[in-house]
């Protein structure tokens, strides 16, 4: 898979700073993206708002670890830096549409809290 490294589980640095910069340059509010899950967690392991880490460790930490399931979808809220140099951040991350991770897991399970309203949208 192009942008993939060679056992095709990592994206490549560049290809996850094109994303960023191919985002940011889109006049819009909103968008959905379809890609691979490894890019998809490449994106959240290394844009994680450390604020978004403190306050909910152990979700952040099985987005970091667990790959989105086939078909997933992943609504995500980013912080555009006033900073052109800076990176951008995930505020927040919340699997849509009945939708999880790899292993069946959801942000309620993950975190032990009834049902997911987000995910049922």
């Not at 993939?4 to 700073?17: A, E, G, M």
């Not at 979700?59 to 140099?85: F, H, Q, Y």
């Amino acid at each position: 898979m192009v942008g993939l490294s060679r056992d095709n589980t990592v994206p490549r640095p560049h290809i996850v700073t094109r994303f960023w910069i191919d985002a940011e340059d889109k006049p819009t509010n909103s968008a959905i993206l379809v890609g691979h899950s490894h890019l998809f967690r490449a994106l959240l392991k290394s844009n994680m708002d450390p604020a978004f880490k403190a306050e909910c460790p152990v979700w952040t930490r099985a987005l970091s670890r667990k790959k989105l399931d086939n078909g997933a979808c992943l609504c995500i809220e980013v912080e555009w830096p006033a900073d052109p140099m800076a990176k951008p951040t995930i505020r927040n991350a919340n699997l849509m549409f009945g939708t999880k991770l790899s292993d069946g897991s959801t942000r309620a399970t993950v975190e032990g809290v009834g049902a997911d309203v987000d995910e049922n949208a």
